[in-house]
């Protein structure tokens, strides 16, 4: 098997599968947020944090894996195309986000406010941390050897993710709020990368 930092021989991907797959990331991420919403109103305090942070987390675990699981990431080719898969459910979300979610009302979105009223200045945020997220997790599966084991790397990341969210939150980094979770995740996941590399070396 070949590691992320290795060349490995040009993979021939069906683009089908590859739109497919996004799409299919994207309608999960939408049903995601929309059980986020509906869950948060009728919540508060410490309870509200704890749901949303679950959410988030297994959020955060089907954007890093699942197009893990579509492709199965042998080498950096499959692993871009990971990547591209996590831009596509991105961008199947933000069609459903402004045709469905922002016309009904789902729920109050801080951001808007700070755009004058507009979604679409961090749009592109949001497509480029889904690539990332996807790009991070696809190369967590190939370096580390869990092709045949994808939801054991996503519980080894969840873990991490939990630890690191502990810590930010206890020595009072962060405050106790599920963005903080989403932090913590996503220094989970980066860390990762390099124990990966050292558990398949060692």
Do not use: C
């Not at 739109?19 to 299919?24: H, W």
């Not at 979105?109 to 996807?134: N, R």
């Amino acid at each position: 098997m070949t590691s992320a930092a290795e060349a490995a021989p040009t993979t021939s991907v069906d683009w089908r599968l590859v739109v497919l797959s996004g799409a299919k990331i994207g309608i999960v991420t939408s049903i995601g947020v929309a059980v986020f919403a509906f869950l948060s109103r009728g919540m508060s305090g410490t309870v509200e944090v704890l749901v949303q942070s679950i959410l988030i987390l297994a959020g955060g675990a089907v954007f890093s894996f699942g197009p893990a699981v579509f492709l199965r990431p042998t080498g950096v080719d499959t692993i871009s195309w990971t990547a591209m898969i996590g831009l596509l459910g991105a961008l199947t979300f933000t069609v459903v986000d402004v045709i469905v979610f922002r016309p009904i009302g789902l729920y109050h979105w801080t951001w808007d406010q700070i755009g004058g009223g507009s979604s679409y200045w961090y749009h592109p945020v949001w497509w480029m941390g889904s690539a990332f997220l996807a790009w991070l997790g696809s190369w967590i599966v190939t370096n580390g050897g869990e092709q045949g084991a994808i939801p054991g790397a996503a519980i080894k990341v969840l873990v991490a993710g939990i630890v690191a969210s502990a810590v930010l939150i206890g020595v009072g980094i962060v405050p106790f709020h599920s963005v903080s979770v989403a932090l913590g995740f996503t220094v989970g996941l980066i860390a990762m990368v390099p124990i990966s590399v050292a558990m398949r070396r060692g």
